[in-house]
């Protein structure tokens, strides 16, 4: 099931960074004075009376400047409205109604997307409501007074966003085709590999870095088996912010990871493998899907018979925290290995759909203990009494313990390794929670 997607929009400096961070419960976005700072959108999941969504925090919209910098984050806070299930439109009850509030308005109106209209910076409702209903006159909406600072009517405010939320999304987003995100960064080939996989030129390639604009779903047959692919716009590196401001693209990966079974990471060969991939890995391997590095323009390295391992070495090197990933290395523009792609798609779904019978992982876990026995403290030992799995997509697993505390988590990765070497499991993550119980339960 795909989290809805909630994006705070406003002029500069309404205080959307402040209110992102009351949401999230720590400081994520910078706060400052200074229009124009939140230059990057920034993601986190938030929880609300157990409805989960993603929140988007974007830079602040200036209708009318041609400033490269805030021209810029007009087109990123656009993206994210266009990515949007519900725009949160954010206004200064202080500044009180400016014409470029009028003119985003209209943009959000244009938008045809839920939008909630909430007024800021309201410490005192009695002595600013007045102030607060001249925002009507934006025909958006009832205006919903809040504090982001104090932390005043966030409440109403989230019970008015997840009204819009869709209901019953998880029959209606779960098919049986495959959903595959090809994600990485600009120029790396993403377009080029849908384009060859489909046999058509299905999506624009160009060598200009960001030429995919919106993420794009292909359909591809192969061997009577069709497909999904996920085409995003590549996530951009932050560089010599004057002459070349570049943004992370990053809402449109969230949510093309959210909608896929399986990620193929494609990383530029030439480049080799980049703090920014393991970025976007990250995306990836903290919502649990199957998870292939696809190493593309191989064809363009000089290569001895000590290449590949080396390569490899270097990859597991960056991306360290997913060591189960597939890897594979192919070339969109000879088509090298590329085809062989479908068959390590199949075989990480599978992976990803794979149930265990609880007596055999019982087994594993009795074998397990008795070859190294579990952490103990103060003289109290760790005791674990059982385990169950209890999802797919990714394979989760309960196991039920004397003390959680005591279950630390270098043995939890023992158990999943020892799990790993009858399963496999290969190219997907494996999640595990640890439950109290007492003995004579």
């Known amino acids: ?205 160009s060598d200009i870095a960001g030429t995919t604009r919106d993420a794009i779903d292909t359909t591809v047959v192969y061997d009577k088996k069709e497909y999904i692919f996920i085409d995003t716009a590549g996530l951009r590196r932050k560089s010599r912010v004057k002459e070349e401001l570049e943004h992370y693209s990053i809402v449109r990966t969230v949510t093309a990871v959210e909608r896929a079974d399986v990620v193929l990471l494609v990383i530029d060969a030439v480049e080799g493998v980049t703090e920014q991939d393991a970025k976007i890995a990250g995306i990836a391997h903290d919502r649990g899907k199957g998870i292939i590095i696809v190493v593309n323009k191989w064809d363009a390295i000089e290569k001895n018979d000590k290449t590949m391992r080396e390569y490899e070495n270097q990859i597991r090197q960056t991306l360290s925290f997913m060591p189960y990933a597939e890897i594979m290395y192919v070339s969109a523009q000879t088509g090298q290995r590329l085809y062989k792609l479908y068959e390590r798609i199949d075989i990480v779904i599978a992976n990803q759909t794979l149930r265990v019978a609880t007596g055999v992982l019982n087994e594993i876990m009795t074998e397990a203990v008795a070859l190294q026995q579990p952490p103990s403290d103060k003289g109290k030992r760790l005791k674990l009494f059982y385990i169950t799995q209890v999802a797919v997509k990714p394979p989760t697993f309960v196991i039920f313990v004397n003390e959680k505390q005591l279950m630390h988590f270098s043995y939890t990765r023992y158990l999943e390794n020892r799990i790993r070497e009858a399963f496999g499991f290969r190219g997907t993550a494996l999640k595990f929670f640890i439950r109290e119980r007492k003995e004579k339960e």
């Open 1 to 205: 099931m795909r989290k809805p997607v909630v994006a705070i929009v406003g002029r500069p400096n309404v205080g959307k960074s402040t209110l992102f961070n009351a949401l999230a419960g720590e400081k994520i976005a910078i706060v400052e004075d200074t229009p124009g700072v939140t230059r990057d959108r920034i993601y986190v999941d938030v929880t609300w009376l157990n409805r989960e969504f993603t929140m988007i925090d974007t830079g602040g919209i200036e209708p009318d400047s041609r400033d490269v910098i805030l021209s810029q984050m007009r087109e990123q806070a656009q993206i994210a409205i266009d990515t949007a299930d519900v725009i949160l439109f954010l206004v200064d009850v202080r500044q009180g109604l400016q014409d470029a509030d009028a003119k985003v308005a209209d943009i959000l109106r244009r938008s045809e997307k839920p939008v909630v209209l909430v007024v800021n910076k309201v410490d005192h409702f009695e002595k600013f409501m007045p102030d607060v209903y001249e925002f009507y006159n934006l025909g958006i909406g009832d205006p919903l007074p809040i504090s982001a600072a104090s932390r005043l009517g966030l409440g109403d405010m989230l019970d008015v966003v997840i009204s819009y939320f869709p209901e019953g999304e998880e029959g209606a987003d779960e098919e049986e085709r495959p959903r595959i995100a090809i994600v990485g960064k600009p120029n790396v080939g993403k377009s080029s590999i849908i384009n060859k996989l489909a046999g058509e030129n299905r999506v624009i390639v």
